[in-house]
Nanobody, 124 residues
Framework: QVRLVESGGGSVQVGGSLRLSCAAS????????VGWFRQAPGKEREFVAAVSGLTTYADSVQGRFTISRDNAKNTVYLQMNSLKPEDTAVYYC????????????????????WGQGTQVTVSS
């Protein structure tokens, strides 16, 4: 079992930055692919970024968000810059088997473990 806990969410103005953290406990986190998803009110959960052997980003965040991992700390980060109102959502991290192609991690399907989410609000 892997337990994931997100942190770092909050309220920020347009153009601001936040860094989300996804801390894992349980099995060796470094062997897992990790993704970030988000869900805005009334909308479906959508892919944001993932790190497996490669890093993958949604078009809407490419160039603004960066996913990284610190295996020594069992933590994956999502650095979010140039935030926009449309980035407002609950952000979730997820972990799953690392043996799929990078494109597969843009869907929720390969992820076995999910965190509880952290709220990000961007105001103009």
């Amino acid at each position: 079992q892997v337990r994931l806990v997100e942190s770092g969410g909050g309220s920020v103005q347009v153009g601001g930055s936040l860094r989300l953290s996804c801390a894992a406990s349980g099995r060796t986190f470094s062997s897992y692919a990790v993704g970030w998803f988000r869900q805005a009110p009334g909308k479906e959960r959508e892919f944001v970024a993932a790190v497996s052997g490669l890093t993958t980003y949604a078009d809407s965040v490419q160039g603004r968000f960066t996913i990284s991992r610190d295996n020594a700390k069992n933590t994956v980060y999502l650095q979010m810059n140039s935030l926009k109102p449309e980035d407002t959502a609950v952000y979730y991290c997820a972990a799953g088997s690392p043996y799929y192609s990078s494109s597969y991690y843009t869907s929720p399907t390969p992820y076995d473990y999910w965190g509880q989410g952290t709220q990000v609000t961007v105001s103009s």
